[in-house]
């Protein structure tokens, strides 16, 4: 593995995470200065600083060795979930819109007034996450019609993680897919997890957001 490509993921992951390095350095458990010897390339990067950004982030060891897999492992969580009074602002917040439906603009999306409740999952608050209900079954059986789904927006629409889902902004609606690679590099390849579906190309120029699916949050009306 290159010391500098894992350097430059764990960059990523502050930035993404919005972590200033002295923050950065005391949630993994590391001196402030080691932290800024191995990003800048003075320490090199041991087993040791790769186990703790896996055990005290959730990262994907993979990820940060060789770039595959994603960031962050997605998780289908199990139901109930309880949702605390909107007044607590306490965990992850749960968005009255359904984001498979509907030309609401991105500004309006997650406004503070959008906001139904708070949810405390492990794994999921205090990561940038935002939760939101999808309908339809064109993601069926991954993810269900009334399922719930937490997305994290990415802030560089040109680092995809080929392959994963998403949930895209454009123009005129919204849409929840895997986003495959197109053999031109100015589309993407959008394909539903239901076989019904036929696969979809895009202009990338189109797409004006882009967020990760993840966590997959199924309800279980059962109980």
Same mark, same amino acid.
């Given at each position: 593995m290159a !010391?500098? @490509?894992?350097? =430059?993921?764990? &960059? *990523? %992951?502050?930035?993404? #995470?919005?972590?200033?390095?002295?923050?950065?350095?005391?949630?993994? !458990?590391? @001196?402030?200065? =080691?932290?800024? &010897? *191995? %990003?800048?390339?003075? #320490?090199?990067i041991s087993d040791s600083l790769i186990n703790r950004l896996v055990v005290n982030l959730g990262v994907s060891k993979q990820w940060l060795e060789d770039g595959n897999d994603l960031p962050f492992a997605k998780s289908a969580i199990a139901s109930p979930v309880t949702v605390a009074s909107g007044s607590l602002q306490q965990g992850t917040p749960v968005y009255a819109i359904d984001v498979t439906a509907g030309t609401m603009p991105r500004s309006r999306m997650f406004a503070d007034d959008q906001i139904v409740g708070w949810v405390n999952l492990p794994d999921v608050t205090n990561t940038g996450c935002r939760i939101v209900r999808v309908s339809g079954d064109s993601m069926s059986p991954v993810i269900c019609n009334g399922d719930?789904?937490?997305?994290?927006?990415?802030?560089?629409?040109?680092?995809?993680?080929?392959?994963?889902?998403?949930?895209?902004?454009?123009?005129?609606?919204?849409?929840?897919?895997?986003?495959?690679?197109?053999?031109?590099?100015?589309?993407?390849?959008l394909r539903s997890a239901n076989p019904d579906y036929d696969d979809m190309e895009i202009a990338r120029a189109d797409i004006r957001d882009l967020m990760l699916v993840q966590h997959i949050i199924h309800l279980d009306s059962r109980i």
């Amino acid at each position: 593995m290159a !010391d500098i @490509d894992i350097i =430059n993921r764990i &960059k *990523y %992951l502050m930035k993404e #995470l919005n972590y200033r390095q002295v923050d950065f350095a005391r949630k993994i !458990d590391v @001196d402030t200065s =080691n932290l800024s &010897k *191995y %990003l800048n390339g003075r #320490l090199p990067i041991s087993d040791s600083l790769i186990n703790r950004l896996v055990v005290n982030l959730g990262v994907s060891k993979q990820w940060l060795e060789d770039g595959n897999d994603l960031p962050f492992a997605k998780s289908a969580i199990a139901s109930p979930v309880t949702v605390a009074s909107g007044s607590l602002q306490q965990g992850t917040p749960v968005y009255a819109i359904d984001v498979t439906a509907g030309t609401m603009p991105r500004s309006r999306m997650f406004a503070d007034d959008q906001i139904v409740g708070w949810v405390n999952l492990p794994d999921v608050t205090n990561t940038g996450c935002r939760i939101v209900r999808v309908s339809g079954d064109s993601m069926s059986p991954v993810i269900c019609n009334g399922d719930y789904i937490a997305i994290r927006e990415l802030s560089n629409l040109q680092y995809i993680f080929w392959g994963q889902i998403y949930v895209g902004i454009l123009d005129d609606y919204r849409m929840l897919k895997y986003v495959r690679r197109n053999d031109n590099p100015a589309m993407v390849t959008l394909r539903s997890a239901n076989p019904d579906y036929d696969d979809m190309e895009i202009a990338r120029a189109d797409i004006r957001d882009l967020m990760l699916v993840q966590h997959i949050i199924h309800l279980d009306s059962r109980i």
